[in-house]
């Protein structure tokens, strides 16, 4: 899987690229509004992460180029802007998604891999690891082919860890994506343990092949056991 | 003092000196005019009577006034050679005011036949008690005349003249930044006012100025600092997926990790309530907020359970607003988050919606918050890591955006009040 980094802050290109070479994707990167230009028109990317305040010219005009080369399907991207405006430009212009800076990188991960999904299976949005099955379109479960209920915020939660899995998932990232923005004052994100410790009992008690533990401190972890 | 009747003021008082001091000029004059004129019919009478006598000696014995106006009494030569006319006042008894009245008397001496005579005519007086009140009377009414045409004069067409500065003045007194109406002032002919006008522009336009640059510059700043708050914090996460590292220093990554957090949610406040401010949410539509309580009471049920607030909802009405959705769900959100925020352990969190307006009440501290300060940005207790002192500002400022009034109360617990 190829993926394009289009972002002009060095070190937070640098990051985001460390973190998806972890997940063993080939990352190319671009600084300036010409070189991503050339590198879009030259070659096929499975992913674009695109900033629109790019030295030389706006992300958008990358996007409107994209769209005329039939090719910006797959990118997200990532602004400092939270504009209503720009967001609804950069989707009318094709983009899959927009993620407003600061984001966690776990969340980048989900959104990277919702968009290679439905690039690489053609709509058949499933995720296997070890023995269960994932359906994210219909929200179901299935631990070796038997369909486990959760509840929502449990199958958001598990959904979330198995995008990451292997990764370190900070807790107030798991709680943006599962309760959404409202939880952003609440108490050091604890509340969010009853829902795992639920999850985690069920995952046991149905013999699943996957665990997630807890990182003292920091979030959880989802591990193949 | 309203500057017409300030003028007014002064206008009264040279008035009332000048019609005093006309006025008792013009009592002298007057008075010396009526003298004269007694004076000369006095003489004349005097040469009517001397010429009479001459013919008919015997009204030289008419010794006393009585009937008529004059008498006349012998004197001796020597008297008569030293006697000169005589113009005085002096009282007579009137029968018909029964009282003694001021007459003008004229004195003389003449001569006949060789016999010295002393002739005395009278001529009744003007009242001067009597004068001198009806010139006051009239002057009173003068005065006022001319106070109450002064008045009239200045409410009515001074006011139309001043019309403009009155308009500009009301449109001032409503004037409040970064509320829509900017002053128009009225179209004028006086040179004045135009200037008044023109300075008054020049003024607000650049306060509006300095008042827009610094709203943009928390916006700005805000935006700014997204990159270098993500860089901090994706780094750290990074970090703290490195295999090598100790408990301890995962406590200690976790630990700057939230304090960033913080700062992130610090930074999304500030820009939020610029947005608020600079009117970027534009777009409105009917918004259910029964429906929007009942799915956040849903978002919030497991951060409710965790700190053990039970939250009950009472739909007295149906309440709809026209306002921006996403504005909508972040007024109650902040609402609701307060009122579990700052709850005991075992509290309850009621919620009362009626057809027009909603209330939350939440048994948290025994103590009154200070209703004035809440919704100020900023405005916290020390101990709350985790709030940030904008959640009642932005709350603030949404219910300002669309004139909703929000009130606070102590009433066994902290209430809300919201009216649409």
């Not at chain 1, 010219?57 to 090719?71: M, R, V, Y």
């Not at chain 1, 602004?79 to 990188?105: E, N």
């Not at chain 2, 009154?368 to 709030?387: C, D, G, Q, T, Y």
């Amino acid at each position: 899987m190829k993926i394009l980094i289009i972002e002009d802050e060095t070190e937070l290109m640098e990051v985001i690229r460390q973190s998806l070479e972890k997940e063993n994707f080939l990352v190319e990167t671009a600084e300036d509004f010409g070189s991503a230009l050339d590198k879009i028109i030259s070659f096929d990317y499975d992913c674009i992460l695109l900033d629109i305040m790019l030295p030389g010219g706006s992300g958008l005009d990358i996007l409107q180029e994209l769209k005329k080369l039939n090719k910006s399907d797959n990118v997200i991207i990532i602004s400092a802007k939270d504009s209503l405006d720009d967001k609804l430009t950069g989707l009318d212009l094709g983009a899959d998604d927009y993620l407003t800076k600061p984001f966690h990188i776990a969340e980048l991960n989900a959104r990277i891999k919702s968009v290679l999904r439905r690039k690489t299976f053609g709509g058949k949005n499933t995720v296997d690891l070890a023995n269960i099955r994932l359906d994210l379109d219909d929200r179901t479960l299935q631990i070796d082919n038997q369909p486990l209920p959760l509840n929502r915020k449990e199958f958001d939660i598990l959904s979330y860890m198995v995008v990451n899995k292997n990764r370190l998932v900070n807790k107030t990232s798991l709680a943006e994506h599962v309760w959404g923005d409202h939880m952003d004052e609440a108490d050091d994100y604890e509340f969010i343990y009853s829902q795992i410790k639920n999850l985690r009992k069920k995952l046991k008690e149905n013999r699943a092949g996957i665990e997630i533990q807890a990182v003292y401190g920091l979030g959880y972890k989802l591990v193949v056991v | 003092m309203k500057l017409l009747n300030h003028t007014l003021k002064y206008l009264s008082i040279t008035l009332f000196v000048i019609i005093s001091i006309w006025a008792a000029i013009f009592y002298i004059n007057m008075l010396d005019e009526v003298y004269d004129s007694l004076d000369d019919g006095l003489e004349n009478y005097k040469l009517l009577i001397i010429k009479k006598a001459e013919e008919d000696s015997s009204i030289l014995n008419k010794k006393e006034f009585a009937e008529s106006n004059y008498e006349i009494r012998q004197i001796p030569e020597s008297v008569a050679v030293l006697r000169k006319d005589v113009h005085q006042d002096t009282l007579m008894y009137m029968l018909n005011e029964e009282d003694y009245e001021p007459v003008r008397m004229l004195t003389s001496a003449f001569a006949l036949n060789n016999k010295f005579y002393e002739l005395k005519v009278i001529s009744s007086m003007v009242e001067e008690d009597d004068l001198i009140e009806d010139l006051l009377y009239s002057l009173i009414w003068l005065y006022v005349a001319m106070i109450a045409s002064i008045l009239i004069v200045n409410n009515f067409l001074l006011k139309k003249t001043w019309k403009p500065f009155y308009l500009l003045l009301d449109q001032l007194k409503q004037f409040k930044l970064g509320k829509d109406p900017i002053i128009a002032p009225a179209e004028t002919q006086v040179k004045e006012f135009k200037e008044l006008n023109e300075a008054v522009h020049l003024l607000l336009n650049r306060t509006l100025e300095t008042y827009q640059g610094q709203k943009q510059f928390i916006e700005n700043a805000s935006h700014e600092l997204q990159t270098p708050l993500a860089i901090s914090i994706n780094k750290l996460e990074l970090l703290s997926e490195r295999e090598d590292l100790t408990e301890n220093n995962l406590v200690a990554i976790g630990q700057v990790i939230q304090t960033l957090e913080r700062l992130k949610r610090l930074n999304k406040s500030l820009l939020l309530l610029s947005k608020i401010e600079n009117k970027q949410f534009q777009d409105r539509e009917q918004v259910n907020i029964n429906a929007t309580f009942k799915n956040l009471i849903d978002e919030f049920s497991d951060f409710a359970d965790y700190k053990n607030v039970r939250i009950s909802i009472q739909e007295n009405g149906q309440l709809s607003a026209n306002m921006n959705k996403d504005l909508a769900g972040i007024f109650i959100t902040n609402f609701l988050k307060n009122a579990i925020v700052h709850n005991r352990e075992n509290g309850t969190v009621e919620i009362i919606i009626e057809a027009n307006a909603f209330t939350i009440h939440n048994s948290g501290t025994e103590i009154a918050l200070n209703a004035e300060k809440i919704f100020e940005r900023f405005h916290k207790k020390s101990n709350e890591k985790n709030n940030t002192g904008l959640g009642l500002a932005i709350v603030k400022a949404i219910s300002d955006l669309y004139g909703l009034s929000v009130t606070y109360q102590f009433d066994e617990g902290h209430k809300m009040a919201v009216t649409f």
